[in-house]
């Protein structure tokens, strides 16, 4: 059973930065696959933050990229989203989540198409 668990969320002041970790136990790095970040806000709907392919490309959301990276370690099976440049609009609950390798670059955003959903680790911008 695949199991994904969210870390490194607190609060910060706007232009600060944070590094979320994920951890995948039960999933199957040799084969390929697509892990990405999603964020909800209160209110708000699930949306996609950005999206990493098992042999490298990454892919990000408008409003989040040239502030948020996302990158892994296979070996040991962390996902990684460094944010900097953080504002008030990136406040949400922070997940992680897992696809097939055959997703397409034009899925790659669709929410429902992700699977083995963590719990969350909340991300507050405040001042």
């Known amino acids: 059973q695949v199991h994904l668990v969210e870390s490194g969320g607190g609060s910060v002041q706007p232009g600060g930065s944070l590094r979320l970790s994920c951890t995948a136990s039960?999933?199957?790095?040799?084969?390929?696959?697509?892990m990405g970040w999603f964020r909800q806000a209160p209110g708000k709907e699930r949306e996609w933050v950005a999206s990493i392919r098992s042999n490298g490309p990454t892919f990000y959301s408008d409003s989040v990229k040239g502030r948020f990276t996302i990158s892994q370690d296979k070996g040991k099976k962390l996902l990684w989203l460094q944010m900097d440049s953080l504002n008030t609009e990136d406040t949400a609950i922070y997940y992680c989540?897992?696809?097939?390798?055959?997703?397409?670059?034009?899925?790659?955003?669709?929410?429902?198409?992700?699977?083995?959903w963590g719990q969350g680790t909340q991300v507050t911008v405040s001042s």
């Open positions: 039960g999933y199957d790095y040799s084969s390929g696959y697509w």
């Open positions: 989540a897992t696809s097939r390798w055959e997703l397409t670059t034009s899925e790659v955003s669709r929410v429902e198409l992700y699977k083995n």
